[in-house]
């Protein structure tokens, strides 16, 4: 991962503000990243944290799809080490929206790449 990328700068930043409880600050971090992007990568990162601060679940769930398939849009192996945590935020989601079959099927995704869902 290439942590000069501006896109990745504004998620790092992000997460930082994230665990010092500044949640609005992070919520504008991780749109900056999303409007700052150039390619698939940079959208599928931005959109996996834009997805954490949505107003309902089926905003985040909308958020979570996009970034996976901007995911399957790279053609390279840059975003292989994200798939278990795009599908974990996507298992999440489905649960959210009350889709537990969905659900079930990203914790499994997830945990055949060696992720295994923990629940809360």
Not at 38 to 48: K, L, N, P, S, W
Request: net charge negative; glycine share 2%.
């Amino acid at each position: 991962m290439d942590l000069t990328n501006p896109v990745i700068q504004l998620c790092m930043d992000g997460t930082r503000a994230e665990f010092e409880h500044r949640i609005e600050d992070a919520r504008v971090l991780y749109q900056q990243a999303w409007d700052a992007r150039t390619d698939d990568y940079e959208a599928c990162i931005a959109a996996h944290y834009v997805a954490r601060f949505q107003d309902s679940a089926e905003e985040s769930l909308r958020w979570d799809q996009l970034a996976l398939e901007h995911a399957d849009a790279v053609k390279d192996e840059r975003v292989k080490d994200f798939y278990p945590s795009l599908y974990l935020s996507l298992g999440r989601s489905y649960e959210l929206v009350e889709n537990p079959s969905e659900a079930q099927r990203y914790y499994d995704l997830a945990a055949e790449l060696g992720v295994v869902h923990q629940p809360d």
